[in-house]
């Protein structure tokens, strides 16, 4: 990312009780790289005014490639001649994985010294490259030289025999020098048995300095330096790395998008989608985790692998008032909460009228009353009704229902129901429609 300057937004008119703006994130605060989006929020004589405005960082610094070592190979029967290359070091403060080419020839080296270019390329497009000398000799098939120890008479004198190699070692770091959120633990090896020497106070190292025998942590800006020296004496070239160590000390922000605060919730089967949103301008989301109440942690699902813009999760609820608690944790270790209140009241469906839903039949002049309480307990539950005695309609409300039983009407007259509406002029058709659903029923003449 980068440190980003940016002038605060200007507010026109009446200045007076003006407070702000401010902006979050701040200015001179580390952008990531992409775009991010900046709120700046005023008030007014208690009214709240709001500005946003977008920031973008480019990736403008190309990865870090080390070349593997020179090679230097005798020409086979055949040539060309195939070479073993090795591999490089490729580092990028951005792109994990820089992809990596070389120009080596398809076919083989020919006799002789030729360059190999190796390229690293970030997924922003920077690259970088270094070369890599192969040297192939033609008709040399001994790289080791005998000399005599002279004398003469009767014994042979003694011989001794002593490597040509004048190549010095070339050793690698990894990861290379640079600026880091968080400490590293660095290793250096050589591309030959040697030993290798080093330090990290800046001081030019010897072969009195450390002996490097596994990877080592470095926790503060550090300046490292090294060389290696081979069995045959070559000592390589001191080679210097600066790690810069700036934590990330910046919280990740978090947000939940559904269900809103102090909203009312109906679930779904028991259940409850939870969405939101994460941000962090530092080492990224590592995750972020919901829970209910004082359950559990459960970790959220991220749009993508890696991608915590936006994530959800689905939790088991039952009806009440609830609190929701989201966390999201950055890559080193910042957290930041958000929390909020919420109540699911998922109401209870209605009855639906069926065959127990039957008010007599018809001629039968029996006690109605289990017919008027089926009613009552309809319309106590949201259900529509709409009742015809004769020529005498009724609304739906239990008091009205239990007129049944106390208006002067005439005995004989017809009671038609209907479930599917307040229907307050039923015809002699519709009465002959919810005859089959719920019967007819006479008032008790007694």
């Not at 701040?26 to 929020?41: H, M, Y």
């Not at 000592?235 to 978090?254: A, C, L």
């Not at 018809?362 to 529509?384: F, L, P």
Request: glycine share 10%; aromatic share 6%; charged share 15%.
């Amino acid at each position: 990312g980068a440190e980003v300057q940016y002038p605060l937004p200007v507010v026109t008119g009446n200045k007076a009780d003006l407070v702000g703006p401010t902006c979050s994130p701040a200015s001179g605060e580390l952008f990531p790289i992409g775009n991010t989006t900046v709120n700046c929020v005023a008030t007014h004589s208690g009214d709240e005014l709001s500005a946003s405005f977008t920031v973008s960082v480019n990736d403008s610094t190309p990865p870090a490639i080390q070349a593997p070592q020179n090679v230097i190979s005798n020409a086979s029967g055949e040539v060309p001649t195939t070479v073993s290359l090795g591999f490089p070091i490729v580092s990028d403060i951005v792109d994990a994985n820089p992809s990596v080419s070389n120009n080596a020839p398809s076919t083989g080296f020919p006799p002789g010294t030729t360059s190999v270019v190796w390229t690293a390329t970030d997924d922003h497009g920077n690259f970088a490259i270094a070369v890599q000398m192969v040297t192939v000799l033609a008709g040399t098939p001994d790289m080791s030289v005998t000399y005599g120890s002279g004398g003469g008479g009767g014994g042979g004198g003694g011989g001794s025999s002593r490597s040509s190699d004048t190549t010095p070692p070339v050793v690698t770091a990894f990861p290379l020098g640079g600026t880091y959120s968080s400490s590293q633990s660095v290793a250096l090896s050589a591309n030959e048995q040697a030993t290798i020497y080093f330090t990290t106070d800046g001081t030019i190292p010897t072969t009195s300095s450390a002996v490097y025998t596994s990877p080592f942590g470095i926790t503060s800006n550090k300046t490292l330096m090294y060389f290696a020296k081979d069995e045959s004496g070559n000592e390589g070239s001191v080679v210097t790395q600066v790690y810069v160590i700036k934590p990330d000390k910046t919280k990740p922000s978090v947000a939940i998008s559904q269900p809103a605060a102090n909203s009312d919730v109906i679930a779904t089967d028991g259940e409850i989608l939870v969405t939101g949103t994460a941000s962090d301008r530092g080492s990224g989301i590592k995750l972020v985790e919901v829970r209910l109440d004082k359950g559990q942690f459960m970790t959220a699902t991220p749009k993508s692998e890696g991608d915590w813009s936006s994530w959800q999760a689905t939790l088991s609820i039952a009806d009440g008032k609830h609190r929701l608690v989201s966390r999201a944790i950055d890559n080193t270790g910042n957290q930041a909460w958000k929390n909020m209140n919420f109540t699911v009241d998922t109401p209870s469906p209605p009855p639906v009228p069926g065959p127990d839903f039957n008010f007599g039949a018809a001629g039968d002049w029996g006690d109605n009353n289990n017919s008027r309480d089926t009613a009552k307990n309809m319309a106590n539950h949201g259900v529509e009704l709409a009742i015809l005695l004769g020529d005498l309609s009724y609304g739906s409300s239990s008091s009205e229902i239990n007129s049944w039983w106390t208006d002067d009407i005439t005995p004989l007259h017809v009671i038609s129901v209907a479930a599917l509406g307040n229907h307050d002029d039923l015809s002699p058709a519709m009465m002959n429609q919810y005859h089959g659903l719920f019967g007819l029923a006479k008032k008790d003449p007694n």
